[in-house]
């Protein structure tokens, strides 16, 4: 009887855990609708994707998550589902000697509007 009380003691305190988990992750996550940028490939000098949130742009971390009809436009209005993250990205690309240094984001998931 001891063991079960355990067990069942143990399992509820992950069970719990693991919701505040979800919680504290689904807060971190924003939704919002955003423009899309695509200023080409970077192994023929552009800067992939670019990302404009209210008048604030951001470079994707992870831009293998936009699907690839994206690259047909210039710009695209989307609903993007991102989580900010702490570091800028250093992407060198382009013609440009400088490095962009830009606020960062990684993309969760992105439909057309």
């Known amino acids: 009887m ?5 067990l069942a003691s ?3 305190l992950a069970s719990c855990q ?3 988990r979800q919680d504290e992750l689904a807060e971190l996550n924003h939704r919002t609708t955003a423009t899309l940028y695509w200023t080409g490939e970077i ?8 990302v404009e949130i209210e008048g604030k742009r951001y470079l994707p971390e992870n831009e293998n998550a936009i699907p690839e ?3 047909q436009e210039d710009s695209s209005r989307v609903q993007l589902t991102y989580a900010r993250l702490s570091d800028p990205i250093d992407r060198r690309c382009g013609m440009l000697p400088q490095p962009r240094v830009m606020p960062a984001i990684r993309i969760l998931s992105v439909e057309a509007l």
Do not use: I, Y
């Not at 001891?2 to 355990?6: P, Q, R």
């Open 2 to 6: 001891k063991t079960f009380l355990l």
């Open 10 to 12: 143990l399992f509820l």
């Open 18 to 20: 693991n919701n505040t």
């Open 43 to 50: 192994a023929a000098d552009g800067c992939g994707f670019e």
């Open 69 to 71: 009809s994206f690259k």
